[in-house]
Every structure is written in structure tokens, then in C-alpha cells.
């Protein structure tokens, strides 16, 4: 979806780097999310944010950080890149009234060697 | 601890033909339902919700069942198409959560032969 995007769509670095992933989106949504996919798994939340001063863990938070910069940009941080943080990394927004769909960014795709 | 998941992992259709995706969730306060599509490369991408207080909903090509009896959700695709192939995902939520967190499944992959 254009409204997400996300840089950069691929990477590959090694063990031990300090990695940012970064999301923007022009739906003027509230609320941002960051989760991680692994071949055969769902989507699983590892940060979500409501507004810019509220920031919270989602399922797998270890070994991930991440800063809400404005309504429009959520970053997500890896500290230190290990291998098994390998995965697909995708953004996601959604509106704060109600409980309605959360729309994703294309993903980047990420390899720790 | 509580889940959404998927009984198969790929389907393989003929084109043309009707296709069911199902999906079973564990929460019995789930009461919003969400269908994914994901392509190759890309995100996941909307497809079709329902809630609690439905049991069919339609959209194009596209209806989505809910059996709150047996916690059990269906994807039924129609006459479907070579662009249908793609991964799809169900997710849930209910007021439990906070805001609206969804909870995702595995992901099934619908492969159309021409």
C-alpha cells in the first residue's frame, strides 16, 4: 500500500551492527505497528505505538527498539543484529477510533549473517 | 494461551473453481475478524472483516463466514482466479485486547492451476 512505506526494502548486515529500519505513512493514522514475519508463521507484533508519546512492547520486544519521530514516522531499531532476527519486518497503521483494520507497508526484508 | 491458526498450509485450486479457506481461533472473546492477502513481495493487504454480531459477510468474489459455536472462520473465494494465489492470513481480535490488537495465524497458501 503506497500510504505505508517503508525503507529500506531489503538488507543484509552482519552480527553485532546497529540496524534502523524506517516506516511513513500519509494516512494520517494514529496508530503504528511493527511485526515480524518467519516463513510458516504469522505476523507476529513486536512494538506498537498509539500516539507519538506512547510507545509499548508488543510479543517479541527483546532485542528490538524503537521511536516514534511524528504521527507519520515509526523506526524500529535493531541494537545489535543477531542471526536469528532474519526475518521479514512490516509496518502497519490504523485509525484509533473503534477497533478497524490495520494496513501494511510492502515490508523490509532483512538478513542478519 | 490463546490463538488463531490455520488447518492447512497450502490449497491448490483449479481455476475457475470455488475456494475455502478456513481458519480456527481459541479466544471465545474474539469478536472481530479480519481476511488477509498477502502477495509475493508485498504486505498483507485487507481483504474482508466481519464481526461477532455477524455470521456471513460478502464482498466481491469474496465471503467470509463466522461459527462462533465452534470458534471457526471461512474464506470462500469465488470463481477463482490465477491473481488470487497468494498467501492468506486470518486475524482476530476482541475488546480484551488493548486498542485493537490483532492476533494472527499461520497463513495458507492458495496456489491456482490454470
Known amino acids: 500500500d503506497a500510504d505505508v512505506t517503508q525503507t529500506p526494502r531489503n538488507r543484509i548486515t552482519k552480527t553485532g551492527k546497529r540496524i534502523m529500519l524506517e516506516c511513513s505513512q500519509t494516512?494520517?493514522?494514529?496508530?503504528m505497528y511493527w511485526y515480524r514475519q518467519d516463513p510458516g508463521l504469522g505476523l507476529r507484533l513486536i512494538y506498537y505505538?498509539?500516539?507519538?508519546?506512547?510507545?509499548n512492547k508488543g510479543e517479541i520486544s527483546d532485542g528490538y527498539s524503537v521511536s516514534r519521530q511524528a504521527q507519520a514516522k515509526f523506526s524500529l531499531s535493531l541494537e545489535s543484529a543477531i542471526p536469528n532476527q532474519t526475518a521479514l519486518y512490516f509496518c502497519?497503521?490504523?485509525?484509533?477510533?473503534?477497533?478497524?483494520?490495520?494496513?501494511f507497508g510492502p515490508g523490509t526484508r532483512l538478513t542478519v549473517l | 494461551g490463546e490463538s488463531v491458526g490455520l488447518h492447512l498450509p497450502t490449497l491448490s485450486v483449479q481455476e475457475g473453481d470455488n475456494s475455502i479457506i478456513n481458519c480456527a481461533y481459541s479466544?471465545?472473546?474474539?469478536?472481530?475478524f479480519i481476511w488477509y492477502k498477502q502477495e509475493s513481495g508485498k504486505g498483507p493487504q485487507f481483504i474482508i472483516d466481519?464481526?461477532?454480531?455477524?455470521d456471513k459477510r460478502q464482498g466481491q468474489r469474496v465471503t467470509v463466514l463466522l461459527n462462533k459455536t465452534v470458534k471457526h472462520l471461512s474464506l470462500q473465494i469465488a470463481a477463482t482466479q490465477p491473481g488470487d494465489s497468494a498467501v492468506y492470513f486470518c486475524?482476530?481480535?476482541?475488546?480484551?485486547?488493548?486498542?485493537?490488537?490483532?492476533?494472527f495465524g499461520g497463513g495458507t497458501r492458495l496456489m491456482v492451476k490454470p
Open positions: 486475524a482476530e481480535s476482541s475488546m480484551n485486547n488493548a486498542g485493537n490488537m490483532l492476533t
Open positions: 502497519a497503521t490504523s485509525e484509533p477510533q473503534g477497533r478497524d483494520t490495520q494496513y
Open positions: 494516512k494520517g493514522h494514529d496508530r
Open positions: 505505538s498509539f500516539d507519538v508519546k506512547d510507545i
Open positions: 466481519i464481526r461477532s454480531n455477524m
Open positions: 479466544n471465545s472473546a474474539s469478536d472481530y
